[in-house]
């Protein structure tokens, strides 16, 4: 039983060997019983002087080497027979991985070995492009989603994520310059909104006419990518649009709900004019798709915000309305705070965030009694600390809207003071930013120059006295600047 298991694991283990260890067993096997001969021949002449071996023998011995020498032979064979398998095996699983013409070429070589090495660099060759592919996706990748997260973290509109998405695109499929076209109300002309990879001034928009027979009026109403010639678009006025624009064109239409609100463009590098291959349209259509869902949402929370806004602008002035001596009291500071800013020659962002904080900087008012309110004498220190919750309550009624979210800092502090002793977070000197120290001072001018339930309204010399002596208070290069703007007659 012991002997039958050795010879088990003998011929399992001669199995599993490898074929240069095979080819020298069987070598050697078929090599011992000639060897064996001659020597056997050799002893016979040194001994006798001749060959002494009867007709028996020497056929016993011949039959022996014929056996010994066609075993070999059958077991070699055997061993090639695989070898030739497995280059039939390997050519066949070839044609899924190189093409026809590489396929040819290797077939062309003097034997199955020549083969085999040929189809085994040829794969290396193909594996090695796969790994340099898969690390160039890698750092792409990588790249893209240090661009999203970017893109995430800075987002104040829809624009910076449009840009984007160009930027991606662009990269993704080796482009030149992307565009994208939103329609106008009336569906008669494209305005370029966003663009990468050339130099645009989104203040100055470009129109670009739609016409019949225009590749782009077909791509929007087939609904469907297409590769056009930017040619025609060349042909306008507008001298920027061959820049924006190449010979070879990709659109992709922005398709929402059927509805198609804009279109997507990306024309390709200088010396690769060739065109767009089917995925590229379909990638970029389906990006185009996406993109549409984000512009539609973007406009649907505008609308929203503005209504909010509208609404809060509202309740804003309902509070100042009710109570007849503060009435007109937030149109006055606005006013005050505009002319104060336009002086400062503050850009047009920062004027509309002065001009709505102005609006709303009292709308936490709406949370106070109307009883401290309108109260005709002074307040006692409990009523103070419910009157001063206003700024905060205001704060917190507005926080919550993303685009007015930059309304917060000016609503919250405009009654913090320079030296500290203002209200609600005590803030001093350059922790009060430049917007909250305007409306301070337009604030507390309106304040000194209207009636009041507790005492008359003060004269403009008194005001701008009590002003001026307010240097621990207010920022008394914004007073000067108010005093200037005044009317001399007010």
């Not at 001034?201 to 016409?211: G, S």
């Not at 700024?391 to 309304?407: C, M, T, Y």
């Amino acid at each position: 039983m012991k002997k039958n298991n050795k010879k088990i694991l003998f011929l399992a283990s001669f199995e599993d060997a490898s074929i240069l260890r095979k080819f020298t067993i069987l070598f050697l096997i078929t090599s011992i019983v000639p060897m064996v001969l001659l020597y056997y021949f050799y002893l016979q002449t040194t001994q006798h002087g001749h060959i002494d071996i009867s007709t028996i023998n020497f056929t016993y011995v011949m039959v022996l080497m014929v056996l010994g020498v066609f075993m070999g032979f059958i077991t070699i064979r055997s061993l090639l027979v695989k070898v030739i398998s497995i280059s039939k095996q390997n050519s066949k699983s070839l044609e899924n991985l190189l093409s026809p013409e590489t396929i040819q070429e290797l077939n062309h070589g003097e034997n199955e070995i020549v083969i085999l090495s040929r189809s085994f660099s040829a794969v290396t060759q193909r594996l090695e492009e796969n790994v340099r592919s898969l690390e160039l996706a890698k750092k792409t990748l990588h790249a893209v989603m240090s661009k999203v997260g970017q893109g995430i973290s800075n987002m104040e509109s829809i624009d910076t994520f449009l840009e984007l998405i160009l930027d991606t695109l662009t990269h993704a499929l080796d482009g030149k310059v992307a565009t994208l076209l939103l329609l106008n109300d009336q569906k008669t002309e494209l305005i370029v909104n966003t663009v990468y990879g050339a130099s645009y001034d989104t203040k100055k928009k470009i129109h670009l006419k739609l016409f019949d027979g225009s590749p782009l009026v077909k791509a929007m109403s087939d609904k469907k990518p297409m590769t056009v010639s930017g040619i025609f678009l060349q042909n306008d006025n507008t001298p920027q649009l061959k820049e924006l624009f190449g010979e070879t064109l990709l659109c992709a239409p922005l398709v929402y709900h059927d509805r198609v609100s804009g279109m997507m463009t990306l024309s390709k590098t200088d010396g690769h004019s060739e065109d767009f291959s089917k995925e590229d349209l379909d990638l970029v259509f389906n990006l185009a798709s996406q993109t549409a869902i984000a512009i539609e949402n973007s406009k649907l929370n505008r609308d929203i915000e503005k209504t909010y806004f509208e609404t809060i602008s509202a309740l804003a002035l309902a509070v100042d309305a009710k109570d007849k001596y503060s009435r007109g009291h937030l149109d006055r500071v606005t006013d005050h705070a505009l002319m104060i800013g336009k002086h400062l020659g503050l850009d047009d962002e920062d004027l509309n965030t002065l001009r709505d904080a102005a609006r709303l900087h009292d709308l936490g008012k709406i949370g106070i009694p109307d009883e401290i309110l309108k109260k005709d004498s002074g307040l006692t220190d409990e009523e103070w600390v419910i009157m001063r919750s206003h700024a905060e309550i205001g704060e917190s009624i507005i926080k919550p809207v993303r685009s007015l979210q930059h309304l917060c800092d000016i609503v919250r502090h405009h009654h913090e003071k320079l030296d500290g002793s203002g209200y609600p977070d005590g803030l001093k000197g350059e922790e009060i930013s430049p917007l909250v120290r305007i409306l301070s001072v337009a604030d507390v001018y309106d304040a000194l120059t209207t009636d009041r339930p507790y005492r008359p309204r003060k004269s403009k010399q008194e005001a701008i006295s009590i002003l001026r002596s307010m240097k621990n208070h207010l920022d008394q290069d914004i007073v000067n600047i108010l005093l200037e703007g005044l009317d001399p007659e007010g």
